[in-house]
């Protein structure tokens, strides 16, 4: 699992829900058009050809900015609490 800041500026209100919602399906909404994705290197793949579908390339713009484990565990807030980058992981053991 790789630990993926998504960050987006969707020029059409329609397109920016598809997006937001694509963006949910795979991450946890951080702020506005900003994500924290927790993911396998397949899901990453996944998210990018969805949002492929989405987007028109020559108006919006999607940034994938890969933080590694020290950076996404240093996630600091101020003000609204935020929960920690690994909170959610889950671990089954058969």
Avoid: N
């Amino acid at each position: 699992m790789e630990t993926w800041l998504v960050t987006y500026d969707i020029r059409d209100a329609k397109r920016l829900r598809k997006v937001a919602k694509a963006c949910e399906d795979f991450g946890e909404r951080r702020q506005y058009s900003v994500f924290s994705c927790r993911i396998s290197a397949r899901d990453l793949i996944r998210l990018k050809a969805r949002l492929h579908e989405i987007l028109d390339l020559k108006a919006d713009q999607v940034l994938f900015i890969p933080l590694c484990d020290r950076c996404a565990a240093g996630i600091e807030a101020m003000g609204q609490p935020t929960e920690k980058y690994d909170s959610r992981d889950m671990v089954i053991i058969a």
